[in-house]
Nanobody
Framework: QVQLVESGGGLVQAGGSLRLSCVVSGRTFSSYVMGWFRQAPGKDREFIATISWSADSTYYADSVKGRFTISRDNAKNTVYLQMSSLKPEDTAVYYC????????????????WGQGTQVTVSS
Protein backbone atom coordinates (compact mmCIF):
# COMPACT_ATOMS: atom_id res chain seq x y z
CA GLN A 1 0.00 0.00 0.00
CA VAL A 2 1.38 3.36 -1.01
CA GLN A 3 1.88 5.89 1.77
CA LEU A 4 2.71 9.57 1.56
CA VAL A 5 4.32 11.30 4.53
CA GLU A 6 4.75 15.08 4.60
CA SER A 7 7.18 16.98 6.79
CA GLY A 8 8.75 20.39 7.11
CA GLY A 9 5.82 22.45 8.29
CA GLY A 10 6.04 24.87 11.18
CA LEU A 11 5.69 28.45 12.33
CA VAL A 12 7.38 31.16 10.29
CA GLN A 13 7.17 34.94 10.12
CA ALA A 14 5.72 36.68 7.12
CA GLY A 15 8.34 37.01 4.41
CA GLY A 16 10.10 33.86 5.52
CA SER A 17 10.62 30.52 3.81
CA LEU A 18 9.92 26.85 4.41
CA ARG A 19 10.56 23.69 2.45
CA LEU A 20 8.05 20.89 2.67
CA SER A 21 8.95 17.32 1.81
CA CYS A 22 6.75 14.37 0.95
CA VAL A 23 8.23 10.88 0.95
CA VAL A 24 6.30 8.25 -0.98
CA SER A 25 6.62 4.56 -0.26
CA GLY A 26 6.66 2.03 -3.05
CA ARG A 27 8.62 1.50 -6.25
CA THR A 28 6.44 3.36 -8.74
CA PHE A 29 6.98 6.93 -7.57
CA SER A 30 8.64 8.01 -10.81
CA SER A 31 5.60 6.88 -12.79
CA TYR A 32 3.24 9.35 -11.16
CA VAL A 33 2.45 13.01 -11.35
CA MET A 34 2.58 14.55 -7.88
CA GLY A 35 0.78 17.53 -6.44
CA TRP A 36 0.47 19.78 -3.43
CA PHE A 37 -2.77 21.12 -2.00
CA ARG A 38 -3.61 23.10 1.11
CA GLN A 39 -6.60 23.64 3.34
CA ALA A 40 -7.05 26.68 5.54
CA PRO A 41 -9.46 26.65 8.50
CA GLY A 42 -13.05 26.90 7.34
CA LYS A 43 -12.10 26.68 3.67
CA ASP A 44 -12.09 24.02 1.00
CA ARG A 45 -8.88 22.27 0.05
CA GLU A 46 -7.22 24.12 -2.81
CA PHE A 47 -4.68 23.21 -5.46
CA ILE A 48 -1.18 24.65 -5.11
CA ALA A 49 1.19 22.99 -7.55
CA THR A 50 1.79 19.88 -9.62
CA ILE A 51 4.79 18.30 -11.31
CA SER A 52 5.16 15.73 -14.08
CA TRP A 53 6.87 12.34 -13.78
CA SER A 54 10.19 13.60 -15.07
CA ALA A 55 9.88 17.08 -13.55
CA ASP A 56 9.98 18.71 -16.97
CA SER A 57 6.54 20.25 -16.49
CA THR A 58 5.02 22.09 -13.56
CA TYR A 59 1.89 24.11 -12.98
CA TYR A 60 1.00 26.48 -10.16
CA ALA A 61 -2.01 28.21 -8.71
CA ASP A 62 -1.95 31.94 -9.35
CA SER A 63 -1.90 32.58 -5.61
CA VAL A 64 1.56 31.03 -5.22
CA LYS A 65 3.13 31.52 -8.66
CA GLY A 66 6.54 33.12 -8.35
CA ARG A 67 6.76 32.35 -4.62
CA PHE A 68 6.50 28.55 -4.43
CA THR A 69 8.51 25.95 -6.34
CA ILE A 70 7.62 22.28 -6.68
CA SER A 71 10.37 19.77 -7.40
CA ARG A 72 11.03 16.06 -7.08
CA ASP A 73 13.85 13.59 -6.60
CA ASN A 74 12.82 10.27 -8.07
CA ALA A 75 15.85 8.54 -6.59
CA LYS A 76 14.61 9.49 -3.13
CA ASN A 77 10.87 9.03 -3.82
CA THR A 78 10.39 12.57 -2.61
CA VAL A 79 8.52 15.63 -3.81
CA TYR A 80 9.28 19.05 -2.39
CA LEU A 81 7.53 22.38 -2.06
CA GLN A 82 9.86 25.32 -1.54
CA MET A 83 7.85 28.24 -0.18
CA SER A 84 9.24 31.76 -0.11
CA SER A 85 7.87 35.22 0.66
CA LEU A 86 5.27 33.59 2.86
CA LYS A 87 2.15 35.51 3.79
CA PRO A 88 -0.31 35.03 6.65
CA GLU A 89 -2.87 33.87 4.10
CA ASP A 90 -0.59 30.92 3.30
CA THR A 91 -1.45 29.49 6.72
CA ALA A 92 -2.99 26.07 6.14
CA VAL A 93 -2.48 22.34 6.35
CA TYR A 94 -0.47 21.30 3.31
CA TYR A 95 -1.05 17.94 1.64
CA CYS A 96 0.87 16.08 -1.02
CA UNK A 97 -0.96 13.72 -3.33
CA UNK A 98 -0.25 11.14 -6.00
CA UNK A 99 -1.75 12.03 -9.36
CA UNK A 100 -3.79 9.86 -11.68
CA UNK A 101 -4.41 12.61 -14.24
CA UNK A 102 -1.68 14.61 -15.93
CA UNK A 103 -1.03 17.90 -14.13
CA UNK A 104 -4.53 18.01 -12.70
CA UNK A 105 -5.62 20.92 -10.53
CA UNK A 106 -8.61 19.02 -9.14
CA UNK A 107 -8.72 16.72 -6.13
CA UNK A 108 -10.32 14.09 -8.34
CA UNK A 109 -7.06 13.94 -10.29
CA UNK A 110 -5.28 12.40 -7.29
CA UNK A 111 -5.86 9.05 -5.64
CA UNK A 112 -3.61 8.91 -2.58
CA TRP A 113 -3.02 11.63 0.01
CA GLY A 114 -0.69 12.27 2.88
CA GLN A 115 -1.82 13.20 6.36
CA GLY A 116 -0.81 16.83 5.97
CA THR A 117 1.64 19.18 7.64
CA GLN A 118 0.69 22.46 9.31
CA VAL A 119 2.18 25.72 8.09
CA THR A 120 1.51 28.83 10.12
CA VAL A 121 2.66 32.25 8.96
CA SER A 122 2.61 35.02 11.56
CA SER A 123 2.25 38.67 10.65
Amino acid sequence: QVQLVESGGGLVQAGGSLRLSCVVSGRTFSSYVMGWFRQAPGKDREFIATISWSADSTYYADSVKGRFTISRDNAKNTVYLQMSSLKPEDTAVYYCARGIRYLSTRESGYDTWGQGTQVTVSS
